[in-house]
């Protein structure tokens, strides 16, 4: 009986990797000597035991017949005759066909250390396409070993494989477990670009091969192609570490994309909807554990909604929370806000821009959790519970949105004023240069607010709504001999609604300094800065 290290553990230390388990085949043996050694039997298709003392894996050596399709169609004759050379010459790559015995030397029938050296991926024999596990094997191997490729041979088999329609036979758990440890490798990338170029991602993975070729609009993605969106997501996830869930999540989050009728590309309106069907389809198919599945429906369903979360009311924000069961499961709230800036970061020179969303989320979460939820509940009648807990998180987010940093700002500019609002949002930066703009005539403190003047105006653009809106002011503080104080602004598109509200001029008390004349285009901006905060600005003649 002679015992040799083989396949993982022989390719991994030749590569310089560190050797986490090491497999052993037992060449002339029988069971009931191993049995006899102490090794305990584990294997069920064929005969494998564990070491007695390092619980190390020890096969007899074995050869194996096909006998049907997929990857359990083989028989298996395992036997004290069987040589070294048989059992090497079933294994899938040559690179994994190396042995070792106990004093260190190699055995290598199928030149597999030429092709480490060479860095290809190339099978042993034609007895590869007999188990179709093995194109995902490679696969995934690509994921992990990033700078090795597939021998040309080798692909060329794996397509025969594929047109044969032996990936057909692949049973989903065996599927989504080979993609599950792809998706956790080094650049998981690489192993849907081998599945993609012998044709097998279209039998198994077509949701995910659909997005190849699909256009997004340019001015968001960089990239164009949804299918290399998708795979700059998952690789990002993996240089950050990202657990399954995340990963699968950044997979299947754009599926939807693939629906979209090509008359309507590069837009794809209302593709979240389409994702979530197919997601979980997807999931059902694949079995895939129930953590990965609700994290890509959430991810698929509101990835859209997180991008644009400073732009959204209190009550969306509140009611996004609680669609992701925010409040209950604030761990998965995480993993959610990880897999939303993965796909925002899976794009050409996205690496290095601020993404403010998931802090500013965090904060709206923390923001509603300390509304006592019991307390409210006993407050109100049974069937209006739930609203009222609602109303009471959309409230507390209202406030905290408001008092966000909303602040304003002058600046000078030859012999005029430059005026500039700060907030959360559009509004509220609108709403702040105007008490800069108050600002420039007096201390906006002075000013009671004992009168509420109501202003409306449209425009074409944010810009020019800005202007029309501080002009529409200083019309009634001309007209009005008023000065205001207190601003609250509703916008819907481009337009604007607006309450004022102040007091007559009182010279000795409010000790005006200047007159506004107009508000002008010059210095005019309206727009996020890289924080997320919205600003307005214009230069005011005075």
Same mark, same amino acid.
């Given at each position: 009986m002679k015992t040799y290290v083989v396949g993982g553990a022989v390719r991994d230390r030749l590569l310089g990797l560190q050797v986490s388990d090491r497999d052993h085949v037992v060449v002339g043996a029988t069971p009931d000597e191993m049995l006899a050694a102490g090794f305990r039997p584990v294997g069920k298709d064929f005969p494998v035991f564990l070491h007695p003392h390092t619980h190390?894996?020890?096969?007899?050596?074995?050869?194996?017949?096909?006998?049907?399709?997929?990857?359990?169609?083989?028989?298996?004759?395992?036997?004290?005759?069987?040589?070294?050379?048989?059992?090497?010459?079933?294994?899938?790559?040559?690179?994994? #066909?190396?042995?070792?015995?106990?004093?260190?030397?190699?055995?290598?029938?199928?030149?597999?250390? #030429?092709?480490?050296?060479?860095?290809?991926?190339?099978?042993?024999?034609? #007895?590869?396409?007999?188990?179709?596990?093995?194109?995902?094997?490679?696969?995934?191997?690509?994921?992990r070993f990033t700078e090795f490729t597939v021998a040309p041979e080798t692909n060329a088999l794996m397509r025969r494989m594929?047109?044969?329609?032996?990936?057909?036979?692949?049973?989903?758990?065996?599927?989504?477990?080979?993609? #599950?440890?792809?998706?956790?490798?080094?650049?998981?990338?690489?192993?849907?670009?081998?599945?993609?170029?012998?044709?097998?991602?279209?039998?198994?993975?077509?949701?995910?091969?659909?997005?190849?070729?699909?256009?997004?609009?340019?001015?968001?993605?960089?990239?164009?192609?949804?299918?290399?969106?998708?795979?700059?997501?998952?690789?990002?996830?993996?240089?950050?570490?990202?657990?399954?869930?995340?990963?699968?999540a950044a997979l299947t989050h754009d599926l939807g994309k693939g629906e979209t009728s090509p008359e309507l590309w590069p837009r794809h309106h209302g593709h979240e909807g389409a994702s979530v069907r197919l997601v979980r389809a997807l999931s059902e198919r694949l079995r895939a554990p129930a953590e990965c599945r609700e994290l890509a429906v959430a991810v698929a369903r509101d990835h859209g909604n997180v991008h644009r979360a400073l732009e959204l009311r209190p009550r969306t924000i509140v009611e996004l929370l609680e669609r992701v069961d925010a409040f209950r499961r604030p761990e998965r709230f995480e993993h959610f806000l990880e897999a939303c800036e993965c796909d925002f970061r899976g794009r050409p020179g996205y690496a290095d821009k601020t993404y403010p969303p998931p802090q500013y989320l965090r904060q709206a979460l923390h923001t509603a959790q300390q509304i006592d939820a019991a307390a409210v509940a006993r407050s109100v009648e049974s069937v209006r519970i739930r609203e009222a807990i609602l109303a009471a998180r959309v409230e507390a987010v209202n406030r905290w949105r408001r008092s966000r940093a909303s602040r304003w700002e002058q600046f000078s500019h030859e012999a005029d004023i430059g005026v500039r609002g700060i907030g959360p949002d559009l509004a509220a930066a609108f709403e702040q240069v105007a008490v800069a703009m108050t600002a420039v005539i007096t201390d906006p403190a002075r000013v009671a607010t004992e009168t509420c003047v109501e202003i409306r105006c449209d425009a074409a653009d944010d810009e020019l709504l800005l202007v029309d809106w501080l002009n529409a002011l200083i019309y009634e503080m001309a007209v009005r001999h008023m000065l205001f104080g207190r601003f609250e602004v509703h916008l819907d598109r481009r337009r604007l609604y607006a309450k004022a509200w102040g007091e007559a001029v009182d010279a000795p008390r409010h000790q005006p300094v200047v007159e506004i004349k107009g508000a002008t285009y010059t210095g005019l901006k309206v727009g996020r800065d890289e924080t997320g905060q919205w600003q307005a600005q214009c230069i005011v003649d005075v």
């Open positions: 190390e894996e020890y096969a007899l050596a074995r050869t194996e017949r096909k006998s049907g399709r997929g990857y359990k169609g083989f028989v298996v004759h395992a036997a004290p005759e069987v040589t070294l050379e048989e059992d090497l010459a079933r294994r899938d790559l040559t690179i994994n #066909a190396i042995a070792e015995d106990e004093s260190g030397t190699l055995i290598d029938p199928y030149d597999g250390q #030429a092709d480490l050296a060479a860095k290809t991926f190339r099978h042993v024999s034609e #007895a590869f396409a007999e188990d179709p596990v093995r194109i995902l094997r490679v696969a995934r191997f690509a994921a594929v047109d044969s329609g032996e990936v057909d036979a692949l049973v989903a758990e065996r599927v989504w477990q080979e993609i #599950a440890r792809g998706l956790m490798e080094t650049q998981p990338s690489r192993m849907f670009a081998v599945l993609r170029d012998c044709g097998a991602l279209a039998r198994m993975l077509p949701e995910v091969d659909r997005l190849f070729g699909v256009p997004q609009p340019p001015e968001h993605h960089p990239e164009v192609d949804t299918g290399i969106h998708v795979m700059l997501v998952i690789d990002w996830a993996a240089r950050q570490g990202a657990n399954l869930a995340v990963r699968f």
